[in-house]
Nanobody
Framework: VQLQASGGGLVQPGESLRLSCTAYGDTFSNHAVDWFRQAPGKERDVVAAINWSGATAYYEDSVKGRFTISRDNPGNTVYLHMNSLKPEDTAVYYC??????????????????WGQGTLVTVSS
């Protein structure tokens, strides 16, 4: 199974980006999926998660109201819509497939596959 993350880039503060995470070789449809980010010199932290059906989502406090996670199960893709981007959102963003259908803790042992990361840079 391969997870391919894409959609990162360089944007100015206040602009938007949409990240995509597509699974190849297996399905997302019975798994929760999380987006993490890692800024230089910092730990990798979860920013958003979505359960298997898309009915439930979690957001880290700093992105609430600005980021939206969604999924297209037939297309094996999970999206992270990022609006009103700030310089502090600059990081490498990773997607990860949970071993579970429902959102759980962000313990690394809860995930079986990770994407390669896509860089988001927010700068004027």
């Amino acid at each position: 199974v391969q997870l391919q993350a894409s959609g990162g880039g360089l944007v100015q503060p206040g602009e938007s980006l949409r990240l995509s995470c597509t699974a190849y070789g297996d399905t997302f449809s019975n798994h929760a999926v999380d987006w993490f980010r890692q800024a230089p010199g910092k730990e990798r932290d979860v920013v958003a998660a979505i359960n298997w059906s898309g009915a439930t989502a979690y957001y880290e406090d700093s992105v609430k109201g600005r980021f939206t996670i969604s999924r297209d199960n037939p297309g094996n893709t999970v999206y992270l819509h990022m609006n009103s981007l700030k310089p502090e959102d600059t990081a490498v963003y990773y997607c990860a497939r949970s071993k579970e259908k429902y959102i759980t803790t962000s313990d690394p042992n809860n995930y079986d596959y990770w994407g390669q990361g896509t860089l988001v840079t927010v700068s004027s």
